[in-house]
């Protein structure tokens, strides 16, 4: 499955670094980072990740894999 997670923001390599199995791009102030998610554990480890890092999720999707 692909993912496609919206921040707020614009994250510093530091953080985007926490996120190694996913690519990053900055679009209109946010940063977008996308990339294949294993299964349903893999997604809700992430989104715990951005959680503990303090990170606030504006949007979330799955996409055409």
């Known amino acids: 499955m ?3 997670i919206r921040v707020e923001g614009h994250l510093s390599r530091t953080m985007t670094d926490a996120f190694p199995e996913l690519e990053s791009c900055v679009v209109s ?3 977008l980072l996308f990339g ?5 554990a893999h997604l809700y480890g ?3 990740r951005f ?3 303090g ?4 949007e979330m999707r799955r996409t055409a894999s």
């Open 46 to 48: 992430l989104l715990a």
């Open 2 to 4: 692909e993912y496609e």
């Open 51 to 53: 959680q503990s890092l």
């Open 55 to 58: 990170l606030h999720v504006v």
């Open 36 to 40: 294949r998610v294993t299964d349903e």
């Open 29 to 31: 102030g946010q940063t």
